[in-house]
């Protein structure tokens, strides 16, 4: 059984940190991409930074330069820290695994920016 295990979110005011982290078990984690997407009240789910099983990775326009997408293969751990969050950033984030057609996701995690 697949399971992704988000953990770390929790309020922060504006200009603040935090670093989510994805506990993946029942996967063959080190070649599976792993992603972070988030979804705002009345949004749709938006790709926020992925990394490959190479170690490469990319992020949204809306993040670059402020958060950073890592993985420690030993762990089985995707991790996602969050630099500068503005109030935007307020979003419930989901823990994504992917490899060819299969695809898996975590139950979420909040995330709340504000003062």
């Known amino acids: 059984q697949v399971q992704l295990m988000e953990s770390g979110g929790g309020l922060v005011q504006p200009g603040g940190s935090l670093k989510l982290s994805c506990a993946a078990s029942?996967?063959?984690?080190?070649?599976?991409?792993m992603s972070w997407y988030r979804q705002a009240p009345g949004e749709q789910r938006e790709l926020v930074a992925t990394i490959r099983n190479g170690g490469s990775t990319n992020y949204a326009d809306s993040v670059k330069g402020r958060f950073t997408i890592s993985r420690d293969n030993a762990k089985n751990t995707v991790y996602l820290q969050m630099n500068s969050l503005k109030p935007e950033d307020t979003a419930v984030y989901y823990c994504?695994?992917?490899?060819?057609?299969?695809?898996?996701w975590g139950q979420g995690t909040q995330v709340t920016v504000s003062s």
């Open positions: 994504n695994a992917g490899l060819a057609m299969k695809r898996y």
């Open positions: 029942g996967i063959r984690f080190s070649i599976y991409t």
